[in-house]
């Protein structure tokens, strides 16, 4: 089956909802989540229903840090209501260090997807993820990271990277 599609190719138009709360009693944490529901439109018939619900957690005081977020996708087949649920998730903790190594930062992240292997639209994207990693701010505008990756997918041998980047903003 093809799964590839550009853009919105059909006339239904998506919705978004997001929700989130920062308690002022829980200096530097976040609590929140989103819904989101389209339909999709693939090369073949048949159309698909498509409903995103997430989850996340943050607590941004830097030493340390904590990240965690979860998600389920749901594909339904409009003629048959067959469903596929997809989830991922990730966490990552990171520390900025204190005193002159301040623009460092290490973290570490977890990253992880399921789908059934069935899955009509995103097919088998199914992986496991351990990504250690240092962060150094060149200033409040630039950063270098370097990475350090172990990824697993189910059925394939385990591939290792190290990945360089560079970040602006403005």
Known sequence: ?????????????????????????????????????????????????????????IWTKESPEFLAEFANVRHRNVI??????????????????????????????????????NEPVFGDLGVERSTLGVRYDISDLAAFKAEYRNTRQPGKSRINGVFLQTSFTF
Request: aromatic share 18%; net charge positive.
């Open 1 to 57: 089956m093809t799964r590839a599609w550009a853009g919105d190719v059909n006339n239904n138009r998506a919705w978004v909802a997001n929700l989130y709360a920062r308690p002022p009693k829980l200096d530097g944490w976040q609590f929140g989540g989103s819904v989101y529901q389209d339909k999709i439109t693939l090369v073949r018939p048949p159309d698909f229903r498509e409903l995103i619900t997430s989850a996340h957690v």
């Open 80 to 117: 048959t209501s067959q469903r596929f649920d997809s989830q991922a998730f990730y966490v990552q903790l990171a520390y900025r260090l204190p005193g002159e190594a301040k623009p460092w930062k290490p973290y570490y992240r977890y990253d992880f997807i399921f789908t059934p292997h």
